[in-house]
């Protein structure tokens, strides 16, 4: 009994079960709400009949239900039966299902009544399935407002299907009338669909479908007619299929009135041929359109047109399309017309004409496309346009030649543009050229007429009739070349025509075919059936399998494989046998060993790899003796010095070079090759096969197969498999298989008979041979042999080319009808031949055997399941009983027999014996490569060391330890403990017979007490599982009984089915039609095709002519761009390229413009094979002239070039010339000479500078040997306004293989610097750098300074040095000296940086203002490898002012620290004079102020062992103490702070700070700890205290974590007090005072956190004894909070008063809140807050209230407030109430003022609603206002059906106006309106669910008559075609006056009207 006791659930529920003498019963009683719902249910087993009762009763919202049902199944029939009852007053609903399953098939009936109030719906169906099918029917009628009738009906047999479904409905005046039938057999499917609809007498639809689907044929009828209104739509469509052949046709009308629009379409197929045709014809409003398109296919040509027309009043248009299509040539015309007029504020026309041409072949294309575009525009007010455009495209595309032009002229009125470009490639030339032209008066200023604005350009080659032959110097003619290859072709040719008359290979390819019959003879398929007939009679006789029969099948398999080993082993020994005389011979190995020593040998003699290695092993050996570990003594890596000390590395290197290198220097290949012959012949091959064939362990063959036999005894396999095959021959002979199984065999080898393959495959051979294909191809073949062999290569390429023109000739003559008609006769020719075939080969009786045969096997197949329809259930169920109890049975003994450890142990010795052989195999595989390497290299020690590991190696594998980890079990905390094997005791291992399992828990929560499991329990256990299962199953359930005689009878069985005959007639195949030649098109003309031909030289055109130009003219400038590059021939026949580039600019108006540029070059190639190359450049302008010369001659072996270049600036202000001269020759060595001069005269009047200026340079260059010299002089000479300048310099740089020397020096002398200036660089490339500099300067300001530095590298040391020094003496208004020095030495050992800066300055600025800076600046850097040390120390003084620093950084051994030390001196007499401020004394006792500034930070490097150590090569140290120090001391403030972090035990962070001043409130300390714990967990402690005048803080938190339970522990608390008072004085009588007093703690440990806060403060400015300003506020906030709860609670009040000037206010404020809040729960909240601050000017105040109540089930919220004051009060009040899934917000607001206008009330609400998988929303305002009212509506819904949006406005107001405004949204529209009574009435309409159904228009309503609608805007949408639409927009002209004049003027009088109330201007 289970009992269920709730607040919202009572039930209760008992089950009684008793089993007794192989009877069951179980009875359930359930009882839930009271006994509003009981149920009942009773499940029995008697009798072996299973039986199933239930009985249910319920009352839901006052209807009784009542459920009843029954289900039983025993011997031979299962029935079931449920019957339902609904009441509820009058209404009722009841169901009754009936099933029953027995002999006779399934029968299920189904019977259902609904009645409710007036409307009543019944339903009855059935189905039936048994050995003649299945049937089922159904009725389902309505009787209501809407009468409904469903009929339908179908049966499935053997033969056919069938479906009939009949509906009828009625509403009122609408009916529906539907039959469909469907009949479907094995050949054919027959569909009929009736359907007719009516809507009174408005809307009717009616339709007649019929589809007929016969073998071969198809034929559809479909006819559709819809009404609707005075709208007809008409289809009709008729399918007529056969094979090859189609026929569609079809019609589609829709008709309004004389409204109509037709579509028709046709689509034939027929011999070959197809046509297909649409055209559609309209007229709609007044508009007239039609469209014909056509399509024809003929055999492999096609036709298309397409044809269009349409006319209306304002525009018209027309295309034509004409395209052919025949195999290799395409033609397309198209035309395109169009012309349309309107009337707009003028008369507007435009025409357009658009023709395109196309024709394509395969190697060749044309195009022609052609348009123009005219628009007049003749306006109202006599302004006209008239605009014109024209374009035209050519384009021809084939081999010889490519041309392309595009040209386009436009108008506009009387301003014209023409564009032109032309693109082509002939055989003359090659281009393109490009033209535009403007003709326009708008730029003429000076008259009307048109001025040309013109550019045009080209680019061209025209190309030469010259070839040129090339020759390869391993090719001396390319006739000769193909001669050869010629000749090879012939010679592999011959080889394989040899090789095909070769006799044996004709005699292998005839006897293939004998080989193929001797093939068919050998399967000898009768006798084969006849054997295999004998083997099923004598398997259906009793036979039985005897173990003597098993044992002599297992002695037979044995001597196999005895026999196939013992064949295995002579094979191999012959082989060895063979291998060996081979070797014993000689003959083998020395050939072998000879080509292996001769490859060798010329390795070695090419690469030297002798030499090579023993160079590279010398290299390393004394790469390591120069590398001396002592030097890493006392460094940070010395120990790599202990480690070779140890182990003598570098020593043992050495050895093992110097071995390799004596092995390699005394290696002999020919003693090598030797040792290898005779190694090879020493090989005892045949005992290693021996040993190899002895290691295939023989037993284990005999130990397979006693295995198998014992296991075949102890599972009685054999009598298993003979009562197997009993039962086999027990089914065979029941349904007499075996008889049928003959017949099949005897029907199979009658159709081998009739397929006389023998004879069949004889004919085809002979067919073969009679066509003589051999003999044939190669004759062929010797024909084109003969013709290469006679035949000259150059007249084979004439041949080719001959052959090329034949083409072309084919191609231009070919005729598509021609080419039909050959290709036709070729088809009649092989389908004679085909037809022939097949009455040769006898296909037709082949496949009437094969259809016979196939006819046999569905007839068995059909008969066997008629027999297996007979067959009783209950037979099947005893065998899978009997095997199953047989299985269990073995599975049982074996398990009672089995021994673990026993079977362990055997497992254990094979695995032990497998590891044995493995390693005995590896130590023997081991041991013969060590001897052979002793063989090679016999006295080294390395081999021993090898064999020492290996022996190893093995001695560890035998006795190796295998150690399986202990784990724990996922889920649980069981650890298994680990197990350790040892490999040469693996066999002794042993299961215990006891299992101690300890006191495990599973998933943390579920523990299992500790228990001993036995091996016996585990096996005595499932011994006992076998027997419960085995009697339970045998005793349960008896099948026979229960089934009875039940067979599977009720099954349908399988049709009558059998392939047809079949007839294979005469096979023809259709002929491809002729196309006719008036239906091809002939669009444009293509040129002549021309092949390319083959040509006998490798040749390359000559080079042309190469040219192009650049023009534009315009009236302003002109300009000309040309050039050209050309081969010619001299005077004296020799080729010449010569190229020339020319540029003209010429303006009349702007001479600034104007310029010339000529360019010319050229090279020529003269007799003596000199080459010249020449060029000149020439440019002038007003401004600049650029002459230029320049040549390179090339003769014999050498070379000369110069060039002279002169540039002029002719111009009054400046006047310059710039010559430059060089010279390059490679005779006698390579010399150059540049010469540069540049002179320059500049006169600026206006600025009164005068200059003149010469530069000369001269640079030489030149190489001698390996030496190269430059040498460069500058010398230059300026006068500027009378002030002489010089400049001098002289580089000399001089490059070796060895050296590199440079010298530098200069020497400047001017009016303001002198300068001189020596640089020296050194460089030995082996062995050092040597770089000095030296630098002198005087100046106005400057007396001396002198800047000298060096740089010596010596490569050998590793040594770098610099030093530099610099010393300045300054004079003038700045005074005094400036000194640097540096000094930098870098080496491997150390690194030593110093730097000295220092300066001692004067600046005079006036007799009674000097400054005396003085700086100094000292840095030195030393590393070493144990100490690192870094100091800098700095100065600076200004006059009396002075700062000390110096910071030290030092790292050794013992300690790493930073120090630094600072201090500054002032003197502040200035604040003493010349003016005084006495309260200076109050803060500084002295004028003389010093400040001291020292800081250290130490870390004490620990002495402990380090943390990691990796064999001493990565040591992490461990940590040490960090201490930091920091003191500041002045004449204010003293400042002492103490850091340190310790290591000692725990990790210590100690923190102390301490102030010491003059002054209290600079007075502190500051005192803080950190450690860390880990010896008992993890701890951590922080603890912080802050002592302060005014401030006082403590922190104190832990943090704890055990390393056993991994529990954290969290504790903080935090205590906060800060006190403040101020009392001071401002303007003399003015006190001011304040106090504050802060406190704040916080608590947090792992059970939440409590925190408290309080602040009071007050404030007073008083005037006396009169308060000015005065405030107050105290403030309290405490917080709780946890994982579950939160609790706060805030309480703020306030007072102030201020009296200033004529205002005086004294206010108070309150603030209290509380907050409850439970994430999971619910929320509570309770705010006030009330604020009164009355005034002079008046009171005002503020009251708000809010409370909130949340919980999950329901939800308020409710928010008061108030605002008072003299011009305004209002109340506002808001609440939200809510309980899912309705929520509610009420929203109300009022105002009062002696200001009217402000005045209101609004009172609001809304509704929101989430139900019905939707969302409703409902809302409602009212606002009053003195001048107006306002009512509001809204309704929101959004649901699945569907959405809807609607929103109404009322506007009341005499004051203004009256308004009403309507907006509703749905899905298939939106409308908007808006009413005002003085202007009339303005709406918005948009309907359509898709956008080819949208309308819409704005309209209104005059205010004088409102019932009328005016359109303003309509806008309509229409389909056009499948991707398009028409959009018909109106547009009322009369709009602008009615909404510009009337209702504007009407609003703005309203509105005035209302301004005047307000008095607003």
């Not at 082949?846 to 068995?860: C, G, H, Q």
């Not at 009169?1666 to 405490?1678: G, P, R, S, W």
Request: aromatic share 8%.
């Amino acid at each position: 009994m289970v009992q269920l006791d709730s607040t919202l659930v009572k039930a209760q529920n008992t089950i009684a079960a008793t089993l007794a003498n192989g009877e069951l019963s179980v009875v359930s009683n359930t009882n839930a709400f009271e006994d509003l719902l009981t149920h009942v249910a009773e499940l029995s087993f008697k009798d072996s009949k299973l039986s199933l009762k239930c009985d249910a009763n319920a009352v839901a919202l006052g209807m009784k239900i009542h459920n009843q049902a029954e289900a039983s199944a025993g011997a031979g029939e299962v029935v079931m039966r449920m019957e339902t009852n609904a009441d509820h007053t009058e209404n009722r609903v009841y169901s009754l299902l009936t099933a029953s399953l027995d002999v006779n098939g399934l029968a299920v009936n189904s019977d259902a009544t609904i009645k409710l109030l007036e409307n009543e719906a019944t339903h009855k169906a059935t189905l039936k399935m048994n050995k003649d099918g299945l049937t089922t029917s159904g009725t389902t009628t309505l009787q209501s407002p809407l009468s409904l009738e469903n009929t339908f009906n179908a049966g499935l047999d053997a033969s056919m299907a069938t479906l009939s479904i009949t509906n009828k409905a009625a509403i009122q005046d609408i009916k529906v009338d539907n039959a469909n039938t469907l009949t479907i057999t094995l050949s054919s499917l027959d569909f009929n669909s009736k359907a007719e609809a009516t809507a009174s007498e408005y809307a009717s639809y009616t339709h007649d479908i019929t589809i007929d689907l016969k073998p071969y044929t198809a034929s559809a009828n479909v006819n559709n007619n819809l009404n609707v209104l005075a709208a007809n739509f008409i289809n009709e469509a008729q399918l007529q299929a056969e094979l090859y052949k189609m026929d569609l046709t079809g019609n589609l009308k829709a008709i309004y009135g004389e409204e109509e629009i037709k579509h028709t379409y046709q689509v034939n197929y027929a011999d070959m041929t197809a046509n297909a045709k649409c055209s559609t014809i309209g007229k709609l409003f007044g508009t007239h359109m039609s469209h014909n398109t056509e399509l024809e296919v003929v055999g492999l040509a096609a036709r298309m047109t397409n044809d269009a027309r349409f006319s209306s009043q304002p525009f018209r248009f027309d295309h034509t399309i004409r395209c052919s299509i025949v195999p290799f040539d395409f033609n397309l015309d198209a035309i395109f017309n169009a012309d349309g007029d309107m009337t707009m504020y003028g008369k507007h026309s435009a025409q357009l004409y658009g023709k395109f041409l196309l024709k394509a072949q395969p190697l060749a294309f044309a195009s022609s496309h052609e348009c123009r575009a005219s628009v007049n525009q003749q306006l109202d007010n006599g302004f006209g346009l008239k605009t014109i455009m024209e374009n035209k495209m050519d384009t021809v595309l084939s081999l010889q030649e490519q041309k392309t032009s595009f040209r386009i002229k436009s108008k506009f009125n009387d301003h014209i543009y023409k564009q032109e470009l032309n693109a082509y490639n002939t055989v003359e030339r090659t281009g393109i050229e490009v033209s535009g032209t403007l003709l326009t008066n708008i730029l003429n200023t000076d008259s009307v007429e048109n001025q040309e604005f013109a550019v045009s350009g080209f680019l061209r080659y025209d190309k030469s009739t010259n070839t040129h032959i090339i020759q390869f110097p391993i090719i001396t003619s390319i006739s000769a070349y193909l001669e050869s290859l010629k000749m090879l072709v012939v010679h592999v040719a011959e080889t394989l025509q040899n090789y095909v008359n070769n006799e044996d290979i004709k005699t292998k390819l005839e006897a293939l075919l004998q080989h193929a019959r001797h093939l068919i003879v050998q399967l000898n398929i009768e006798s084969n059936f006849i054997q295999l007939k004998q083997n099923l009679n004598d398997f259906t006789k009793n036979s039985v399998i005897s173990m003597d029969d098993l044992e002599n099948s297992l002695t037979n398999l044995k001597v196999t494989v005895e026999k196939l080993r013992a064949d295995v082993t002579i094979y191999i020994q012959h082989v060895v046998g063979l291998v060996k005389e081979i070797i014993d011979s000689g003959i083998f190995p020395e050939t072998l060993i000879q080509k292996i020593q001769d490859h060798l040998r010329y390795v070695n003699e090419e690469y030297d790899i002798q030499a090579m290695a023993v160079y590279v092993i010398e290299t390393m050996r004394e790469l390591i003796q120069q590398i001396d570990l002592e030097k890493l003594s006392g460094s940070s890596i010395a120990f790599l010095r202990d480690i070779d000390s140890k182990y003598e590395i570098n020593t043992q290197l050495q050895t093992v070079l110097s071995d390799m290198k004596q092995i390699i220097e005394t290696f002999e290949i020919q003693k090598c090759v030797a040792e290898l012959k005779e190694y090879i012949s020493t090989i005892n091959i045949k005992a290693h096969v021996e040993e190899l064939l002895n290691q295939i362990p023989s037993d284990i063959l005999s130990n397979i197969t006693d295995y198998i036999k014992e296991m075949i005894q102890e599972l009685d396999i054999l009598a298993k498999m003979n009562t197997f095959n009993a039962k086999i021959r027990e089914f065979i002979i029941t349904f007499e298989a075996d008889k049928k199984f003959q017949t099949f065999l005897e029907n199979v080898a009658e159709l081998i008979k009739h397929f006389r393959i023998e004879e069949t495959f004889s004919a085809v051979a002979k067919m073969v041979k009679d066509s003589d294909m051999p003999n044939k191809f190669i004759q062929a073949f010797h024909g084109a042999i003969d013709y290469f062999k006679s035949t000259e290569i150059t007249d084979l390429i004439s041949q080719l080319n001959l052959c090329i023109g034949v083409i072309e000739q084919k191609i231009d003559s070919f005729n598509y009808n021609t080419f039909l008609d050959y290709g036709n006769q070729m088809i009649v020719e092989y389908t004679a031949h085909l037809n022939e075939l097949i009455r040769t080969l006898e296909i037709t009786e082949k496949l009437e055997a094969i259809r016979n045969l196939a006819n046999l096997v569905l007839t068995s197949v059909k008969d066997y399941l008629e027999q297996v329809r007979k067959i009783r259930i209950a037979e099947f169920h005893q065998i899978v009983l009997n095997n199953l109890k047989g299985f269990t049975e073995t599975m049982k003994e074996e398990i009672a027999k089995l021994d673990i450890n026993a079977e362990m142990t055997s497992y254990l010795q094979f695995a032990k014996k497998c590891f044995t052989q493995l390693t005995n195999n590896a130590t023997n595989t081991f041991t013969s490569i060590v001897e052979v390497i002793k063989k090679l290299a016999p006295q080294q020690n390395i081999v021993a060391e090898i064999v020492q590991i290996i022996e190893g190696l093995i001695t560890g594998l035998q006795k190796a330890h295998l150690k399986v980890p202990s784990f724990t079990i996922p889920l649980t905390d069981l650890v298994v403990p680990s197990l350790e094997f040892s490999i040469d005791k693996l066999n002794q291992f042993e299961i215990p017979p006891q299992l101690e399992i300890p006191e495990f828990t599973i998933m943390g929560f579920h523990t299992v007490q500790a228990t001993i499991i036995s091996l016996d329990d585990i096996q005595q256990k499932i011994i006992d599982f076998i027997d419960f299962f085995l009697n339970f199953e045998l005793k349960m359930f008896d099948m026979s009984v229960s089934f009875g005689d039940l067979t599977l009878d009720f099954l349908p069985s399988l049709p009558e089915f059998s392939l047809p005959e079949l007839t294979l007639p005469e096979l023809s195949f259709p002929t491809i039609p002729p196309f006719p030649a008036e239906k091809l098109l002939e669009s444009l003309q293509l040129p002549t095709l021309q092949l390319p031909v083959i040509p006998t030289q490798i040749m390359i055109p000559g080079f042309g002519k190469l040219s192009y130009e650049i023009k534009v003219n315009s009236p302003i400038y002109t300009i000309r761009n040309a050039a050209e590059v050309q081969s010619v021939l001299d005077v004296d026949e020799g080729p010449q390229l010569t190229a020339f580039l020319t540029s003209q600019g010429t303006s009349l108006s702007y001479e600034f413009l104007n310029l010339h540029l000529d360019c010319t070059a050229r090279v020529t190639v003269t007799k003596e094979h000199h080459a010249i190359a020449a060029e000149t450049l020439k440019f002038s302008h007003n401004f600049l002239e650029l002459d230029h010369h320049g040549s390179v001659t090339f003769y014999d072996h050498s070379a000369q070039a110069s060039a002279k270049t002169i540039v002029k600036a002719p111009t009054a202000t400046y006047n310059a010339e710039i010559l430059n001269e060089a010279f390059l020759t490679t005779k006698g060595g390579l010399s150059a000479t540049f010469d540069t001069s540049y002179k320059h005269m500049l006169n600026l009047h206006i600025m009164g500078l005068t200059d003149e200026t010469s530069v000369i340079q001269k640079a030489v260059a030149h190489q001698e040997g390996t030496s190269i010299t430059l040498t460069v002089g500058n010398q230059l000479a300026s006068t500027l306004n009378s002030h002489d300048s010089t400049h001098k310099s002289d580089l000399q740089f001089t490059v070796n293989p060895s050296t590199i020397t440079m010298t530098f020096i200069t020497d400047t002398d001017t009016f303001f610097l002198k300068m001189r200036q020596t640089l020296s660089a050194d460089l030995d490339i082996s062995s050092n750098l040597k770089f000095d500099i030296r630098s002198e300067a005087e100046g106005p300001t400057i007396k001396n300074h002198l800047l000298v530095g060096s740089l010596n590298a010596n490569l050998h040391d590793m040594k770098l040095e610099l030093k530099a020094t610099h010393g300045t003496d300054l004079i003038g208004v700045v005074s005094g000296d400036l000194y640097n020095v540096v000094d930098v030495a870098l080496s491997p050992r150390e690194i030593l940086f110093s730097f000295q800066n220092k300066g001692n300055t004067k600046v005079n600025v006036n007799d009674a203002l000097i400054a005396k800076i003085d700086l100094q600046n000292d840095y030195s850097v030393t590393f070493r490898p144990g100490t690192q040390h870094m100091n800098t120390v700095a100065l600076a003084r200004l006059n009396q002012y002075k700062m000390f620093y110096n910071c030290t950084v030092d790292n050794n051994e013992r300690e790493a620290a930073v120090i630094a030390a600072l201090e500054a001196e002032a003197n502040l007499d200035f604040l003493t004079r010349p003016i005084s401020i006495p309260e200076i004394n109050n803060i500084l006792t002295t004028t003389e102020q010093t400040v001291n500034v020292d800081t250290k930070i130490v870390y004490h490097k620990s002495e402990a062992a380090p943390l990691v150590d990796m064999l001493g090569l990565i040591q992490i140290p461990s940590v040490g103490n960090l201490i930091t120090e920091l003191s500041v001391k002045s004449a204010i403030l003293n400042l002492n702070v103490n850091a340190g972090f310790y290591t000692e035990e725990d990790l210590v962070f100690r923190l102390g700070a301490t102030t010491a001043s003059v002054f209290e409130g600079l007075k502190a300390k500051l005192d803080g700890t950190t450690s860390l714990t880990t010896r008992r967990g993890i701890k951590l402690a922080n603890s912080l205290s802050l002592e302060n005048p005014h401030i006082e803080g403590t922190h104190d938190s832990t943090i704890s974590l055990s390393t056993e339970t991994f529990e954290t522990a969290v504790s903080v608390s935090m205590e906060s007090t800060n006190k403040a008072n101020m009392d001071g004085t401002m303007l003399e009588d003015y006190l001011l005072l304040g106090v504050l007093d802060n406190d704040f703690n916080l608590y947090l440990n792992n059970d939440g956190l409590r925190s408290t806060s309080k602040i009071i403060a007050d404030a007073k400015l008083n005037q006396g004894t009169t308060k000015v300003i005065a405030m107050d506020v105290n403030e309290n906030l405490a917080v709780e909070a946890s994982l579950s709860r939160v609790y706060a609670v805030f309480k703020y009040s306030g007072n102030n008063e201020a009296n200033l000037f004529n205002f005086n206010t004294n206010g108070k404020h309150d603030v209290h809140a509380n907050i409850d809040f439970a994430p999971t729960s619910s929320l509570t909240a309770d705010m006030e807050i009330e604020i009164s601050q009355p005034s002079s000017l008046g009171d005002v105040s503020i009251l708000e209230k809010a409370i909130a109540d949340v919980t999950a089930d329901k939800q308020k919220i409710f928010i008061n407030g108030k605002f008072v004051s003299p011009l305004y009060t209002t109340n506002v009040a808001a609440d939200v109430e809510g309980s899912a899934p309705v929520f509610k917000v009420n929203f109300r607001s009022s105002a009062t003022s002696p200001v009217v206008f402000l005045e209101h009330v609004l009172d609001s609400s809304i509704t929101i609603n989430l139900e019905n998988e939707g969302v409703s929303l409902t809302g409602k305002a009212v606002l009053t206002h003195t001048d107006l009212s306002m009512d509001i509506q809204h309704i929101l819904s959004y649901t699945s059906s569907g959405s809807r949006l609607t929103l109404n406005a009322d506007i009341n107001s005499p004051a203004f106006t009256d308004v009403n405004l309507r907006y509703a949204v749905r899905k298939d529209g939106i409308s908007a309106t808006i009413s005002i009574p003085s202007t009339g009435f303005l709406g918005l309409q948009l309907h359509g669910r898709a956008p080819l159904q949208m309308n819409s228009r704005i309209y209104g309503r005059y205010a004088s008559d409102p019932g009328m609608d005016v359109d303003f805007f309509t806008i309509r949408a229409s389909a056009k075609d499948a991707n398009k639409m028409n959009l018909k927009m109106v547009f009322n002209m009369d709009t602008p006056d009615i909404m510009l004049i009337t209702r504007i003027l009407s609003l703005i009088r309203t509105k005035s009207s209302g301004y005047e109330t307000y008095c607003i201007d």
